[in-house]
């Protein structure tokens, strides 16, 4: 019997070296694509915390209120934007990190990822090295929290005086510095397209090509590609994608109009996605009807 199963084991091992070895000879794309057909795609469902960020930032909702929310709601995970801590842009006491991650598991939720807001295009070398400090700080957050992700912008764009060039190459030397940092901490870095710098996939793509790390990817922002037809921009980056943003809208050619959120997972799966979509609203109106009104139109398109 024990020799049986040990050939069972050699099998099955053996079975996933072409895997392996494809993973090592094509680019993230590829590899992402051929781990989707050997497993399959997997989404599952988590709230980003700026949908709460007018209750969070008046002080009407606090954030174990907001994670009581999303646990009754039926989310899968959260996504605690770093803004909405104590004290942010510091890093929150490790007490109350500590007993927000036990909330978190005690409800049956995971935390699919933090984030901070960076600006590493501006002209100041102070202020961006006081920006990388941030990351690094946040990223010892996201450890405790056990969230496997960090959040990150480009920044706003090419400062006066300077050109396109200059600026994405500060930009990507300040996320090579983070994601070296981060990786030595257990979490991965990435990269939000949010109409700025990074306003088409090409753009967001030229600067992940040049940070080759495995613990680096996107945070594909579905509302922040507008300069051309959305779900063919979102589909470039999809292959890329270790976290998102679905939100209401999409933008055609600076137009906006409501996501087609069959269309947008369908290329998740296309993608071989396996992960959190985390959901966000934008805009007036009461955040606690409308995230639940955009948990169950996605639920549904999910099927």
């Known amino acids: 019997m024990r020799r049986a199963i040990d050939r069972r084991s050699f099998l099955a091992a053996s079975a996933v070296l072409p895997l392996a070895t494809a993973v090592r000879r094509v680019g993230a794309g590829e590899a992402r694509r051929a781990a989707g057909s050997a497993m399959g795609p997997r989404i599952r469902l988590s709230c980003n915390f700026y949908t709460f960020n007018e209750p969070l930032q008046a002080g009407?909702?606090?954030l174990e209120e907001a994670i009581d929310f999303c646990a009754e709601l039926g989310f899968d995970g959260v996504d605690l934007t770093g803004y909405y801590f104590p004290g942010y842009p510091e890093a929150p006491p490790e007490t109350y990190v500590h007993e927000t991650k036990r909330r978190v598991s005690r409800l049956g939720l995971e935390v699919s990822g933090t984030g901070v807001r960076n600006d590493f295009t501006v002209?100041?070398?102070?202020?961006?090295?006081?920006?990388?400090?941030?990351?690094?700080?946040?990223?010892?957050?996201?450890?405790?929290?056990?969230?496997?992700?960090?959040?990150?912008?480009?920044?706003?764009?090419?400062?006066?005086?300077h050109t396109r060039e200059e600026t994405e190459r500060q930009v990507v030397g300040h996320l090579q510095e983070c994601v070296a940092y981060a990786?030595?901490?257990?979490?991965?870095?990435?990269?939000?397209?949010?109409?700025?710098?990074?306003?088409?996939?090409?753009e967001?793509?030229?600067?992940?090509?040049?940070?080759?790390?495995?613990?680096?990817?996107?945070?594909?922002?579905?509302?922040?590609v507008r300069t051309g037809d959305p779900y063919e921009?979102?589909?470039?980056?999809?292959?890329?994608?270790?976290?998102?943003?679905?939100k209401e809208s999409v933008y055609r050619r600076g137009v906006e109009e409501k996501a087609d959120l069959?269309?947008?997972f369908g290329i998740l799966r296309e993608a071989g996605y396996r992960g959190y979509?985390?959901?966000?609203?934008?805009?007036?109106?009461?955040?606690?009807?409308?995230?639940?009104?955009f948990f169950d139109e996605a639920r549904e398109a999910l099927g």
């Open 123 to 161: 002209a100041d070398p102070e202020k961006r090295a006081a920006d990388v400090a941030l990351v690094k700080r946040w990223v010892g957050v996201a450890a405790q929290l056990d969230a496997p992700m960090l959040r990150v912008f480009a920044g706003p764009g090419v400062p006066e005086g």
């Open 204 to 224: 967001v793509l030229a600067i992940r090509e040049r940070v080759p790390s495995k613990w680096f990817g996107l945070n594909v922002d579905v509302g922040s």
């Open 262 to 264: 069959r269309r947008v």
């Open 60 to 62: 009407t909702m606090t």
């Open 277 to 293: 979509a985390p959901l966000e609203i934008l805009g007036p109106g009461d955040p606690r009807s409308r995230i639940q009104r």
């Open 233 to 246: 921009e979102i589909a470039r980056l999809a292959p890329y994608a270790f976290t998102w943003q679905i």
């Open 183 to 202: 990786e030595r901490h257990g979490v991965m870095i990435v990269l939000q397209n949010h109409d700025d710098l990074l306003k088409t996939a090409a």
